[in-house]
């Protein structure tokens, strides 16, 4: 069973024009308020009564005089522990001695085209639900169509420094196929396809590591980045592009919701099959047996529902070759991400994989992708750009 302990939370508390101390609100302070380990979940309660996550407004989070925040163990027999901000105010922080595991459901909607959606969250009291994000994913193939979350603006380079665990698969998917093992031997195993001289799969860079689609530091607290360790929410991704142009594009997404100080909704896949040739043979390439495809490219839209602005990045997963054409007119430049704004990305630089920028619709006529109908998608008719005078909001380099 779960046990808590109790420590003191970094509060802060402001005084109501210094009358008799009396606080007008308990602030919350991120990253260094949360423990590293052992993190509760943060609840807040709704109108209607329902319980959802606390959702932070920046490096400190008020919480108004009179209203609670509740601290909650998922494997404590669902027990929560209710802290309201008050004169007396003493909002403890209390250590999940358990593990905080996340839960994935399988839901009946389709997606994608050949998809289902798969929720990726925690299970609350009440029957409650927090989503962290959702996946489209392809059963037959193996494969995520595309993972949809919320990137929280008010939230970019206040994260939790998470310690990455183990992937997990999801119960039920992939039957007697072992992901992990696939990964961990598909140099061996191509060096027997295309020779032991193959240079197509090798290390250090040149191997195909397991690429996030939703990634981790796109969320606040520990226990939301822990939901994205999963291989239900990666496709293969040569490891030198996962590194190399791709972080810089999930650096330039978060930069941009921090600028604009907006939750925006951010949608990531993978598109088409890799396909290698050499003197020996040439093949499409998986990592098993027909299941588990290495995608040609790997993609991400991003909205912003205020201006119905969007901007689609696209990007190559194959460093051996030194042409890309996704079939959309490159508007990095304009758009304010392209290498003569920002030259040390090299999004024209083949190993790091090369990448462009595309508007929303003309990505979607050219790939045929099927977006998540709630998005409203027609209606994001002008680019997103990165505002000129913008710095790097992002505080953190660590790998989403």
Known sequence: M????????????????GIYGVPESCKISLPGGIPQHGEPVYLRTTKNG???????TGHTTSIPIGESVSIFCPNDEQK???VTCGRNFDLTKYICTGSTTTETIETHEECGGSGKWYKIGIPLP???????????????????IYSFHILNGKAVGYHVKHIR??????????????????????ISRFKKVFGSTQTFFRKPLFFLSRGHLSPEVDFTFGTEQHATEIYLNTAPQYQTINQGSWLNVEKHV?????ILQENLPVVTGILGLLHLKNKRTEQDIYLGDGVVPVPEMFWKAVFNPKTFEAIVFVGSNNPHTKTFNPGCQDVCDAAGYGDSQH?????????SGLTICCKLMEFIEKSNVILPEELNYKKYNKILKLPKSSGNKENSAKRG
């Open 2 to 17: 779960t046990h808590l302990h109790t420590f003191v939370l970094a509060i802060t508390f402001i005084s109501l024009n």
């Open 50 to 56: 329902s319980l959802r996550a606390l959702q932070p």
């Open 80 to 82: 929560i522990q209710k």
């Open 126 to 144: 009440k029957g409650d639900f927090h989503t962290i994000y959702r996946t489209c994913f392809d059963r037959k193939h193996l494969t995520p």
């Open 165 to 186: 665990g183990s992937f997990r698969t999801t119960k039920g998917v992939y039957g007697k196929v072992r992901i992990d093992n696939l990964y961990k031997t598909h």
């Open 254 to 258: 978060r930069n941009l919701a921090g």
């Open 343 to 351: 030259p040390k990305q090299k999004f024209d630089n083949p190993s």
